[in-house]
């Protein structure tokens, strides 16, 4: 199938280089554009993508608030958001994960690393790998001003396999990574974070990371 595209960034040549690399791929194709956060809401409306690669900082109104609207609109329920951050320097990107966005990836990343992240989070998967991810949501998450309650069931809900299951979640590691550190088949593994993720009524991944982290079942500086 064909991943359809929607690209939201303030700057033109921006988009248009990243035009001329999602037209590339035999597997995407570019449906719209917007040069601001309420024409991305607006497209996405319009022309209902599989994925809207989103910048943050926007004029009229951010990626977060776009993201936070799109997450909202339930006729935009199988549009997914991949936000654009310029990493260190971007101390947004949390908020955009709990807005909605089911990743994100630095502006100077590697073409290919690009086109991976649309396939990876148009598939339903959230872009949350290990390493500068895990380390980036951990730094931003490390003092929580108040818990958030949990959509789904408690900690409580979740039985102690589950609970290590959901701390190598919140490490950023992929379903084979998982099944690899417990002894678990791939299959299996997916199971698992398939029956938190209902457990705790979250949607993705990176729901899942942020719920781990502001609930208190993953403690940040303790994985």
Do not use: W
């Not at 004029?59 to 977060?64: A, N, R, S, T």
């Not at 993201?67 to 310029?86: C, F, K, Q, S, Y």
Request: hydrophobic share 45%; net charge negative.
């Amino acid at each position: 199938m064909t991943i359809r595209v929607l690209l939201a960034d303030d700057q033109t040549l921006v988009r248009a280089a990243f035009a001329m690399l999602v037209e590339s791929a035999r597997d995407m194709e570019v449906v719209g554009e917007a040069g601001s956060g309420r024409e991305a809401v607006g497209a996405a409306r319009e022309v209902r993508p599989d994925l809207v690669v989103m910048d943050i900082r926007m004029p009229d109104l951010d990626g977060i608030e776009a993201t936070r609207l799109i997450a909202a609109d339930e006729d935009l329920a199988g549009v997914r958001v991949l936000v654009l951050t310029t990493y260190d320097t971007d101390e947004n990107i949390v908020e955009a994960l709990r807005a909605g966005a089911s990743g994100f990836l630095v502006k100077d990343t590697r073409p290919a690393e690009l086109l991976d992240a649309i396939r990876t989070v148009a598939a339903g998967e959230a872009l949350l790998s290990p390493g500068p991810t895990a380390r980036l949501i951990e730094r931003f998450l490390r003092s929580p001003s108040v818990p958030v309650p949990v959509p789904g069931g408690g900690p409580e809900c979740l039985s102690d396999r589950e609970r290590g299951v959901l701390a190598l979640v919140a490490r950023g590691l992929n379903n084979t990574e998982i099944a690899e550190a417990l002894g678990l088949s791939p299959l299996t593994a997916k199971t698992h974070v398939s029956r938190i993720m209902g457990k705790l009524g979250v949607r993705d991944r990176a729901q899942l990371v942020i719920v781990a982290y502001e609930s208190g079942m993953v403690t940040p500086g303790t994985l």
